[in-house]
């Protein structure tokens, strides 16, 4: 059982429905699965739940001041939208845009759509009602994919705040979700949660594969680690409150409706459809279906009954307004074709009803028929199975709903296949008693240990536990002070030796080599700390001379390009080589490279005059890495007897002269500069910890980025280099 936190839940929606009755303001609770499962947290902890609460612009000022009063008495705060962002961020973007796309139902995003802007504005508004109510120690739990940049803007504000994210609907494959314009805005978002929920683990993959594939984000099966702080991914299948659903199935009034239903249906078998009229839910395909089985036997036409609760949903939207007139019209059609005079075989019901009524419907069901084109979860499947205490009842159901992930003994359909679901119906029309329990017995067991309790209880205890782990702190950057303390040390140095590493220390990280020659500002930033007194600046690059040349040949710089085969030692100096290699193995192996190359596109060949590397960072991530895996072990094999170094760098497989390493660049220099010396080195990759390690302890070692390293101090990128070195350079 869970410990009462003080928990934070924030969803789009309220779970309170705000009526007027005579003049007085009534806060009802609504039902529902997300509702029902997360008051009881709600009541335990002493938090508050946020939300929309609906539209409140007809109440009178007095009105207001009693549902204000109402909502605190409950722990609620409301975050009020105007009419123009519940169109734009609710209606617009959620549910127009987000809301298809997960859906994989990309031809229903309208044209033109965007809205973006105001679902932005929108999650801030959210993220500062959370900021308002957070007190230190809050568990922060935000719902959906109305709220998907909330996370981040909270963890902007509240660094060492605890946060957790559910995802109710599908995340879609990389393929999908990649053309959503903001997407790695809607990544960062989720991102600044420290628990990431889904449903299914096809859904937590998806994500995975998005970081890697869209941020280059490297994850384990259930971790990341995003700017120092470690991320948790985790499958949280929702369940329905069981309790609920069995008291009102052995409620005497209950059986009563169902008996009533049955007796109404005159011996016919009826199968139950319940949903939201929603394009997900496959109503249309459903409907064909049930027309081809009255087709395939006529027998069937005296035989079932088919009953479709629609419930009215997102009824403000055009495209949800178009889809109920097609499924009317498909109800229509068919009931023209197979109804007579007394009956017609579909009973469709465009309306909510009670709790009550529901659960009769699932006990009055022979069949549910819970078919959706893409569902997360679909609470309506177990809500059936909860009911059915009398272990009767068939389920079918797709297989694409999270759903099917756990309820494997029901009847599984693709519900694009209309034959194939008409043969699914029939075989559930006609299967034995025997099997029926069987099955349902079986499901039951799945649905009542895993009800919506235990589901909020088990995200809730991973919540806490992400907050008992900690966020990796050593990988932190340096605090300000720290690195303000180092650049007065610096700047009072009788002898400043400066080692800067080029790519990913003082530029960004380019995607293939040479495409980020230093910019205006570096290039002046180089010079004035070249210009101080007793300043040397060392440039350490893996590029060829030619390049270095180009870049910085004019300047005072000391410039050791290929990892430190060469030096150039000023701007009146010649290029040396600083060791005697062989370069004969290059032709040897270049074919192998060249082999890889035209098999894995996006890759690429880097050569130099003693060493030769090969780039994947423009391709595919996965494919580019299992490529690099496959490689280094043919190079392995091949170049084992070479004077080679085969070294595996982010994203790049380096082959070069045994011998040459930065590490050897920082001896040469401690031979020859005079003492008293401060040495300075700054990188962010493999190769720079080789330098860092040949350092006396007297130096200073700076790595740029969040992977391990051996250096005492950090900064989080290039920017941040820039921003110290000038501060040295305008002393
Ligand atoms: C989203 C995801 C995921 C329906 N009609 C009536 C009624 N309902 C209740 C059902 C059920 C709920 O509405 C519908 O839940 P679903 O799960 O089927 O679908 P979504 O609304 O699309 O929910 C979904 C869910 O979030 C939770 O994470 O499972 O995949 O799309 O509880 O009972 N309830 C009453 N009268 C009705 O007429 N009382």
């Known amino acids: 059982m869970s410990r009462p936190d003080r928990l934070l839940i924030v969803s789009n929606r309220l779970p309170i429905t705000v009526r007027l009755e005579e003049g007085s303001v009534q806060v009802s609770h609504s039902s529902g699965g997300v509702a029902t499962g997360l008051r009881g947290c709600h009541e335990r902890s002493e938090g508050a739940w946020l939300g929309w609460p609906g539209d409140l612009a007809r109440l009178s000022s007095a009105q207001r001041t009693e549902l204000d009063r109402k909502l605190a008495a409950q722990r609620i705060v409301p975050v009020e939208l105007s009419a123009s962002e519940v169109r734009r961020y609710y209606e617009g973007f959620s549910n127009g845009v987000l809301w298809p796309l997960f859906h994989y139902l990309l031809d229903r995003i309208p044209v033109g759509a965007s809205d973006w802007d105001t679902y932005r504005e929108v999650n801030a508004k959210f993220a500062d009602a959370i900021v308002a109510h957070y007190r230190p120690g809050s568990l922060v739990w935000i719902h959906d994919y109305q709220l998907m940049l909330v996370p981040g803007l909270v963890r902007e504000r509240l660094p060492e705040a605890r946060i957790g994210f559910f995802l109710h609907i599908p995340f879609p494959a990389p393929d999908v979700f990649r053309i959503l314009p903001w997407r790695e805005d809607i990544l960062h978002g989720i991102l600044g949660a420290d628990l990431i929920g889904f449903h299914t683990f096809s859904y937590q993959r998806h994500f995975a594969d998005a970081l890697l594939h869209l941020l280059g984000l490297e994850s384990s099966v259930d971790r990341a680690v995003v700017g120092g702080r470690e991320v948790r991914l985790g499958v949280f299948p929702m369940g329905v409150d069981v309790e609920s659903f069995e008291k009102l199935a052995s409620d005497p009034g209950v059986q009563a409706d169902a008996d009533a239903i049955r007796r109404d249906a005159a011996g016919r078998q009826i199968l139950l459809g319940v949903d939201r009229l929603d394009y997900t839910k496959g109503i ?176 809730l205890e991973a919540l806490r536990q992400c907050a008992a782990v900690a966020p990796a702190r050593a990988l932190r950057p340096t605090s300000p002070e720290r690195m303000e303390d180092l650049q007065a040390r610096l700047r009072h140095a009788t002898r400043l030796v400066l080692l800067l590493d080029y790519d990913g220390t003082l530029v960004a990280m380019p995607s293939a080599p040479g495409l980020l020659p230093p910019d205006p500002d570096l290039i002046d930033l180089l010079a004035a700390l070249a210009a101080r007194p007793k300043t040397t600046v060392h440039l350490v690059s893996g590029r060829r001379r030619e390049t270095l040349d180009r870049w910085f040949g004019p300047m005072g710089l000391v410039l050791w390009a290929e990892h430190g085969l060469w030096r150039r030692a000023g701007a009146d100096q010649p290029w040396e080589q600083m060791a005697s290699v062989s370069s004969e193995w290059v032709s040897r192996v270049r074919p192998m490279l060249e082999q890889y190359t035209r098999s894995t596109p996006g890759s690429l060949i880097e050569e130099r005059s003693a060493s030769i590397a090969w780039h994947h960072r423009m391709a595919d991530p996965e494919y580019g890495s299992m490529q690099a895996r496959d490689l280094r072990s043919v190079l392995g094999q091949a170049m084992s007897n070479m004077p080679v170094e085969i070294v595996e760098e982010n994203k790049a497989i380096d082959l070069r002269p045994h011998g040459v390493t930065r590490g050897r660049i920082v001896e040469r220099i401690l031979k020859s500069v005079p003492r008293p010396v401060t040495i300075a080195a700054f990188g962010n990759d493999r190769e720079d910890e080789d330098m860092f390690r040949a350092l006396p302890s007297s130096s200073v070692a700076v790595h740029v980025g969040r992977a391990a390293s051996k250096a005492g101090y950090r900064l989080p990128d290039h920017l941040a280099v820039r921003a110290f070195l000038a501060g040295l350079a305008g002393d």
Not at 304 to 332: C, H, N
Not at 335 to 342: E, H, K, P, Q, R
Not at 390 to 414: H, I, K, T
Not at 418 to 446: K, P, Q
């Open 284 to 459: 249309p395909r459903r409907l064909l279906a049930v027309e081809r089985l009255l087709e395939s036997d006529p027998s069937w036409r005296d035989r079932i009954r088919f009953i479709q609760l629609a419930v009215p949903s997102r009824t403000k939207i055009e495209m949800y307004q178009g889809f109920r007139r097609e499924v009317e019209e498909t109800v229509g059609r068919i009931n023209g074709a197979f109804g007579t005079v007394g009956s017609v075989p579909i009973h469709y019901l465009y309306r909510s009803v009670s709790p009550r009524r529901l659960v009769a419907l699932y006990r009055a069901a022979d069949a549910m028929v819970v078919t959706p084109v893409r569902d997360g979860m679909n609470l309506v499947a177990k809500e059936f199975v909860a009911s059915r205490t009398d272990g009767d009842g068939v389920l079918v159901l797709s297989e694409l709903a999270g759903a099917s992930a756990e309820l494997g003994e029901a009847l599984l359909v693709n519900p694009y296949d209309v034959s194939g679901m008409a043969a699914t119906l029939r075989r559930a029309l006609t299967m034995d008693a025997t099997e029926r329990t069987t099955r349902m017995l079986n499901l039951r067991e799945r649905v009542v240990a895993q009800d919506i309790h235990r589901w909020a209880g088990q995200f």
